[in-house]
């Protein structure tokens, strides 16, 4: 949401982000006002944890599939907009926007919109997961049954900001039928950040990034793995851990290897011939606005949906967790490092994204539509 963030203020319309006050840090020093509203990550967990050992298994993974979908969309994301909306009504008492800008699933803003008065748009994350209208529904049931108007039909309805290219969005976009194409952004350069020094020292000509996000992280042994399968390679590998991840431990003193817990992908990505990742969808985009071939090893949430529509593209090969061992991670690297098809498809994709219509280009007619 950044890129439509920054147009609005390059524009001077003035913006607040709310979020948990976990992220209040992470916000202020991108140099943008925070607003704490709603439970941090932790708390969001915790909660969904006692609420699901009360009915039934204490984790979604003890869960079939189907039942662990439906309990998170109640008891984690359903919880959460229930005290955001509510955080969100004390804010607009003190400070009222002429406009809400929420994620697909964050439907407590929808809701303090809907008690408020206020219009809101939605902004897309990435491609749409199956059952994605049910999810919703299912938040929204949530909602209600904390007393807070259902927001489910005012979602739905909402214009939608679509930053999936359209070759990645095999299924369309149902139920939301509102679209504004908007184009994603591989991320930005916080001021005063560069490459550490090591970066330079690395031997080989050709570098890869490694990385699981910040969520599904806690995986060392996937780290491990894919760094020995890149021994067979003659490529540098720079790794970013994510926090509860040691960096040491995962690079194991291998010169070819640069591990640190975070590093902007704007500042690795121009540096990189491809993509390793657990295709998160910001991973994923980031990779594809460069034109990078990737190997996707999708750890859970919406990944593995991720990582299906960008193969469809076929700008990416994928392993199922299942698949994660030396052998099978070094024949995809092969395939993803040296197959001519695979890269020529994420310069499609990149050249598809490029023809996006900027955020700049859409908040115009976007604040003229709801001012009226």
Known sequence: MLPMIRAAMDAGHEVRVASGADLTTLIEARGLTAE??????????AAAAEANRKTGPATFSEMDPQQAVLMAARTFFGASAVRRAQDLLVLFDRWRPELI????????????????????????????????????????????AAGLPDPTRAVFAAPYLEVCPPSLQPAGTDPWTDIQPVRPSAGEIPAGESLPPAFSDLPHPRTIYLTLGTVTNQAPQVFRTVLDACVRHPVNVVVTTG?????ADVAGGRPNVLAVPYLSQALVLPHCVAV????????????????????????????????????????????????????????????????????????RVRAEIDRMPAPAEVLPALLDRVAG
């Open 36 to 45: 704490v509203a709603g439970p941090t990550l932790a708390q969001s967990y």
């Open 101 to 144: 800008i929420h994620d697909t699933v964050e439907v407590g803003g929808a809701t303090a919109a809907q008690v408020a008065g206020l219009p809101h748009v939605l902004h897309s994350y990435g491609p749409l997961v199956p059952a994605q209208g049910a999810f919703a529904e299912e938040i929204g049931a949530a909602v209600a």
């Open 243 to 247: 926090p509860g991840v040691d960096p």
């Open 276 to 347: 390793v990742s657990h295709c998160g969808a910001g991973t994923m985009f980031g990779a594809l606005a460069h034109g990078l071939p990737q190997l996707c090893l999708p750890q859970g949430t919406d990944q593995p949906a991720n990582a299906a529509a960008v193969a469809a593209s076929g700008a990416a090969v994928v392993l199922a967790p299942d698949r994660v061992d030396v052998d099978s991670v070094s024949g995809a690297l092969d395939r993803v490092l040296a197959d001519p098809a695979i890269r020529a498809a994420a310069g």
